[in-house]
């Protein structure tokens, strides 16, 4: 638990504050309890990170006696892979594992969430109607696990619709004033 107060005090608190003094931003207008874990998703990761590390270096302080029996005496310390520690120190081979896999996790997500972006971005040139679908395909591709949306909205984002609004505008804005100058 001490552990987790202190990577909270460390990351997420400075995190915030940075967002409220740093950025000018409010909580209940501009960070609200939708977009926080947006907001302060830095914050949150490092702190979950932070916390783990010191959960696994801590060393067993809290743990009962770190004497070793002298029953077990009769086996031959040297006798012992690399990876057995001794009683009341650190697993390394634990702490190495667990931010592998911390680390791997984190970056198959991020190379997830990148794939599952490029459409948004393909899109980001066009009209904000192509734009919005595109972004709604990938919300359900990304929510359902149903790539076929993924793939719609990609092919979406790459297709340059035609503008056929803004002619039509001038148009009637040509005949407005037409008419205007005529009465």
């Given at each position: 638990m001490i552990q987790f107060l202190f990577s909270a005090l460390v990351t997420i608190l400075p995190d915030y504050l940075f967002r409220r003094?740093?950025?000018?931003?409010?909580p209940g207008k501009e960070i609200t309890f939708y977009n926080f874990w947006y907001e302060l998703r830095w914050g949150l990761l490092s702190c979950a990170?932070?916390?783990?590390?010191l959960i696994l270096l801590d060393g067993g302080s809290e743990?009962?006696?770190t004497?070793?029996?002298v029953m077990n005496q009769s086996v031959s310390i040297d006798a012992l892979p690399f990876f057995v520690t001794a009683p009341g120190h650190t697993d390394g081979l634990l702490v190495v594992v667990a931010l592998s896999l911390v680390?791997?996790?984190?970056?198959l997500g991020l190379l997830y969430f990148r794939i599952q972006a490029w459409p948004d971005r393909l899109a980001r040139g066009a009209t904000k109607v192509q734009l919005q679908i595109v972004g709604i395909l990938g919300l359900i591709s990304l929510f359902t696990f149903n790539n076929i949306y993924w793939v719609a909205g990609l092919i979406l984002a790459s297709?340059?619709?035609?503008?056929?609004?803004t002619p039509l505008k001038d148009m009637a804005k040509?005949?407005?004033k037409?008419?205007?100058?005529k009465t």
């Open positions: 003094y740093g950025q000018g931003k409010r990170v932070l916390t783990l590390v743990r009962g006696s004497k070793m029996d680390l791997v996790v984190l970056g297709i340059r619709f035609p503008d056929f609004v040509a005949l407005s037409s008419a205007e100058t």
